[in-house]
């Protein structure tokens, strides 16, 4: 059943639904009460110094607010991106790293190519054959593409297989579910719709290859214990449990991003700690695809492949700060995500778009950001706080300083 709004949530609600206005694809979910999604179809679409001055007086009531101190702070950050969102409406654009810095209250830092070759040199020596690493790589991703009625018979096999392990970290809520579905023309491997009631439909991307050493983590990252998973604790304990109607409603390009991709992106890790994936997909998934596996190199790739998560971020530094040509970007992306030139041309979309430009760099600096506190003490304990509770990125970086200086 809907949760009453008190009047802040609904001023939050309303000024999201108004920037939708002007940025389809703005708000990702809603969940909450229908009359503040009605009200807003068919009221007048702010000019964008009105919506400005609206975000501005939002963040206003938020400081004023006698919220209690974590929440305070989450809708500050929140409020602190819708502004800078209407900013860049009002014709006031940020430079690159400004926008970044204040959509998503992280440092849009550039990764030093040496982490990039490193990387690659340890890959060098693990893939197998002989000639330029990209092409191995390349060839090993394509031993384990699969067909899409093949991806879903796997994907019937994960699913519970990861569900039990999230619910032996997790309490899941009664009748939480998701459906999967298999599309083409996205910009993104794979996508979770939250639907509310602890229902979500995740999205699987055919333009892409379907790969079924990579289907376990993509379906951790959108369901268990990810993207699904956080919306429906936090709908059941922060939205319905405690009345937080920020939670009734799912923006893209705020700080809530940055923790929700971090878990996401971490997600796979929590369930298959240390190189249990391999072994498990080697005896439980492959057969079923009539693949054979080597967990012991396949672990050893999926090490070094991590480092290169952030060369899709330096590229988008490299198109929207440098202003570089596309086909520089393009030849980046080639040389330090070491991908086909389709698979190139997909993530250079991504980054191009105007709605995920700066989103790129949720992914792997909130990956990394998460898992230096999580590294500080009891994991799943610290991974449970991240999927039931308020956080920001800078709350976050603040505690793992504090406890690393002791």
């Not at 002007?22 to 969940?31: K, R």
């Not at 050493?213 to 449990?241: F, I, S």
């Not at 570089?324 to 980046?332: D, T």
Request: hydrophobic share 45%; glycine share 6%.
């Amino acid at each position: 059943m809907p949760t009453s709004l008190d009047a802040l949530s609904r001023g939050y609600i309303a000024l999201a639904f108004a920037i939708e206005r002007h940025v389809p694809g703005y708000v990702d979910a809603y969940i909450g009460p229908p009359e503040p999604r009605a009200e807003a179809q068919v009221a007048d679409m702010l000019p964008p110094a009105a919506l400005l001055a609206q975000a501005q007086g939002f963040a206003d009531q938020v400081a004023a607010s006698d919220y209690p101190a974590a929440r305070k702070a989450y809708l500050a950050a929140q409020a602190r991106a819708m502004v800078a969102t209407c900013h860049i409406l009002a014709g006031e654009p940020l430079s690159y790293a400004e926008e970044v810095r204040a959509c998503f209250d992280i440092e849009p830092a550039h990764t030093p190519e040496a982490v990039f070759d490193a990387a690659i040199s340890a890959l060098d020596d693990v893939l197998p054959g002989g000639g330029p690493v990209a092409e191995r790589m390349i060839a090993w991703r394509r031993r384990f593409e699969v067909a899409p009625d093949v991806a879903r018979t796997l994907v019937d096999r994960i699913v519970p297989e990861v569900r039990r392990r999230t619910a032996a970290l997790a309490t899941l809520p009664q009748g939480e579910e998701v459906a999967f579905e298999f599309v083409r023309d996205k910009p993104w491997s794979g996508y979770n719709w939250y639907l509310g009631e602890c229902r979500s439909r995740v999205e699987l991307n055919t333009d892409l290859p379907l790969q079924a050493n990579a289907l376990p983590g993509l379906v951790c990252h959108e369901a268990y214990p990810g993207h699904h998973t956080e919306h429906a604790l936090k709908e059941q304990l922060l939205y319905r449990g405690r009345g937080y109607g920020e939670h009734a409603i799912f923006l893209i390009n705020t700080p809530e991003c940055v923790i929700s991709e971090g878990i996401a992106t971490l997600a796979e890790t929590i369930v298959f700690p240390d190189d249990e994936l391999a072994e498990w997909q080697d005896a439980r998934l492959y057969p079923l695809a009539g693949l054979s596996g080597d967990p012991a190199r396949e672990a050893r790739i999926a090490h070094a492949q991590r480092a290169l998560r952030a060369a899709g971020a330096n590229a988008a530094l490299l198109l929207h700060a440098d202003g570089a040509p596309e086909g520089e970007v393009l030849a980046y992306l080639m040389r330090y995500g070491l991908r086909s030139e389709e698979e190139a041309r997909h993530s250079l979309r991504f980054i191009a778009d105007p709605l995920w430009r700066a989103y790129i760099f949720t992914y792997h600096a909130g990956r990394d950001l998460l898992d230096r506190w999580l590294a500080l003490g009891n994991r799943a304990a610290r991974f449970r706080t991240l999927l039931t509770e308020q956080v920001t990125p800078s709350l976050i970086a603040e505690w793992t300083e504090r406890e690393t200086r002791g």
